[in-house]
């Protein structure tokens, strides 16, 4: 969650609680705005690579730690890889919510390319596919070839897609008719706005919630990516934003710091797990996407897939927030999982790779994102 969703004054004190869901340059310095990336795409780079990889550096992922990396060949042909230290083996052990990433980012790619007249060609895991945890062989190799074909009407809502972590308008219902509109992305898209339904899955996906922030080992991997102040979001704007005046203000006086953050007794804790429980409470539907098996290439589609369906949601004007707790392959979430696949009628070996609340609200700010030239991978 976002530092705006935190912040409460309570009585004569300032109360911070912090909740997040996101790692370090290889090595270049940062100097400028986090959300630079955002105004920057597709306007500086003088070779059709770039130009597409520069769109691409916006998708989601999760933890917001933007885990790749290219290696150009020409100006239109490249190699993407995962950077290994930014997975999240506490609540990504298999690498399968990173390979979504990866899939989102291949994506919003493709779309760029075909928009500045260019079709992307490409190959999945040209060295083999990777076995239970991602490594250093290829997740990609592209290639740009000229083409004629109309670019993909939702490349237009690229620079306005967000992740929206806030309550939703429950006086405003999702219809029928746009979530029709929404599955008509894929044929791997469900959704409902049935009330009985909805409230069954929030009840599984706030326990998948609960557990995750009260498990030690998965609670701390956000936590040591939270970024606490506008320095360190600069310095870091990858993990979890936490920026702004009042944080930075926090953070001088010790009142917003790591030890306060990691304490579950604390005021800082209970008022942020309160905060969310209401942003959850507030959803009047869900949205989700199944695949056929839960093979490597079934996730990045995935993640093509899901990318699809935030575009189709900011063109309809939705707010789409991803809550996927409950599909991490972690021992303490098993008993959930099974859950959350009984209650969508998902039976093995379809899997569910993305569950979202959707609904109604404003579009928040664009996360931070480091810079295209800091995941150019040197010659």
């Not at 009585?11 to 705005?33: D, E, I, M, P, W």
């Not at 972590?165 to 219902?173: G, N, V």
Request: aromatic share 8%; net charge neutral; proline share 7%.
């Amino acid at each position: 969650m976002k530092r705006r969703q935190f912040i409460q004054l309570v009585g004569g004190g300032v109360v911070v609680a912090a909740t997040g869901v996101g790692c370090s340059s290889n090595g270049s310095s940062r100097k400028a705005s986090p959300d630079l990336p955002w105004h920057q795409a597709g306007s500086q780079y003088p070779d059709p690579a770039r130009r597409a990889l520069s769109y691409a550096v916006l998708a989601p992922n999760p933890h917001n730690r933007q885990p790749w990396l290219v290696r150009l060949e020409s100006d239109t042909q490249f190699t993407l890889f995962c950077q290994l230290d930014r997975r999240l083996p506490e609540t990504d052990p298999m690498d399968r919510q990173i390979l979504i990433g990866l899939g989102c980012f291949t994506e919003l790619m493709r779309q760029a390319a075909l928009a500045d007249g260019y079709q992307a060609d490409i190959r999945w895991f040209p060295k083999g596919e990777p076995g239970q945890r991602l490594d250093q062989k290829p997740i990609a190799k592209v290639q740009l070839t000229p083409t004629q074909a109309s670019k993909d009407p939702l490349f237009n809502q690229v620079l306005a897609r967000r992740s929206n972590k806030e309550p939703f308008d429950m006086k405003q219902p999702v219809s029928q008719t746009l979530l029709s509109q929404l599955q008509s992305v894929s044929t791997s898209v469900a959704t409902t706005n049935d009330v009985d339904w909805v409230n069954r899955i929030k009840a599984i996906t706030w326990r998948g919630h609960e557990i995750e922030m009260y498990t030690p080992h998965t609670y701390l991997e956000s936590v040591d990516l939270m970024r606490i102040g506008d320095k360190a979001v600069a310095e870091n704007p990858d993990g979890i934003d936490l920026g702004g005046p009042m944080m930075g203000l926090l953070k001088t006086f010790g009142m917003a710091s790591r030890e306060k953050l990691i304490d579950t007794q604390s005021t800082m804790f209970t008022q942020g797990m309160k905060i969310y429980e209401d942003i959850h409470h507030n959803t009047p539907a869900f949205v989700w996407i199944v695949s056929e098996d839960n093979s490597r290439l079934a996730q990045v589609q995935a993640g093509m897939d899901y990318i699809r369906l935030n575009l189709k949601a900011t063109e309809m004007g939705l707010a789409l927030h991803p809550v996927s707790q409950t599909l991490q392959e972690y021992p303490e979430m098993a008993e959930e999982y099974q859950h959350i696949h009984q209650e969508l009628l998902v039976q093995s070996p379809q899997r569910i790779q993305m569950l979202a609340r959707i609904g109604f609200n404003k579009a928040p700010k664009p996360s931070p994102r480091w810079p295209l030239e800091t995941r150019i991978l040197p010659n």
